[in-house]
């Protein structure tokens, strides 16, 4: 909830910019921190193959994944963690997407109409 405020307010701020390059890039960025952060909270093993089996991960990937050395921010781009934390459930979790409001400031609904 206080993500998606502070995503809110910060593009109503930067919003004005014309600029959409960089807005998917951030997308992007924003969506894989969360999913570390979530990995993160799933501190052990056990609970990380029971979490991602509960999204729909397939078994052995989930095994995988969960038993590598290798860090939450490398982790967070995983097939494994691809399928189970889609956009729509992190959307679900109240995660809003910049791409969408920037289109929304840029394109807005009255404007989409007349055209």
């Not at 992007?28 to 921190?33: G, K, Q």
């Not at 397939?58 to 781009?77: D, H, M, N, Q």
């Not at 109240?94 to 920037?102: A, C, E, I, R």
């Amino acid at each position: 909830m206080k993500l998606a405020q502070y995503l809110r307010g910060w593009m109503n701020y930067f919003g004005i910019s014309e600029r959409y390059r960089p807005i998917p890039e951030i997308d992007h960025w924003i969506r894989r921190r969360i999913r570390c952060c979530y990995w993160k909270q799933w501190k052990r093993t056990r609970t990380r193959v029971r979490e991602l089996l509960k999204l729909g991960v397939y078994e052995w990937t989930a095994i995988s994944v969960a038993i590598s050395r290798k860090g939450p921010w490398r982790l967070s781009r995983t097939l494994a963690t691809q399928i189970g934390m889609t956009n729509k459930w992190l959307e679900e979790k109240g995660l809003v997407s910049v791409k969408d409001l920037w289109v929304k400031i840029h394109y807005p609904a009255t404007a989409r109409l007349c055209s």
